[in-house]
């Protein structure tokens, strides 16, 4: 029995971790909170144009895809600052991947968006 109350407190304190790492991203994140301000208004926006289950679904998946993108992009930056805060080629490339791959997070969602907002003034 004691396994498993090491577990569920093992759980609650990651859930703690987890929810202070959300925290940091959405008050000192530039990007994460610009994120979050065109996530709130297309959601807005979804809730004027009616939204079907199916295109809530899509929209909602399509923000969660760039939060995520964009917060492991801040967490791979500051580990490489970490690592070596002078300017360096190899971390700068690193960085640059990062930030391409929350690019294509930012693309797909855009592609998403003219999928279910397009024909809806057409």
Known sequence: MKKEHNFFIGRLKAFKYAAKGFWILITT???????LIIAFIITIVGFIMHLSATEWMFQT???????????????????ADFVHPDYHKKIGLIKDISA???FIAAIIATIIGLFIYIPKFI
């Not at 994140?29 to 994120?35: D, L, N, R, T, V």
């Not at 998946?61 to 500051?78: D, Q």
Request: proline share 0%.
């Open 100 to 102: 391409g791959a929350a």
């Open 29 to 35: 994140e530039h990007s994460i909170i610009a994120q």
């Open 61 to 79: 998946l399509a923000i969660g895809l760039v939060l995520v993108a964009e917060s492991l992009n801040t967490g791979i930056e500051k580990m």
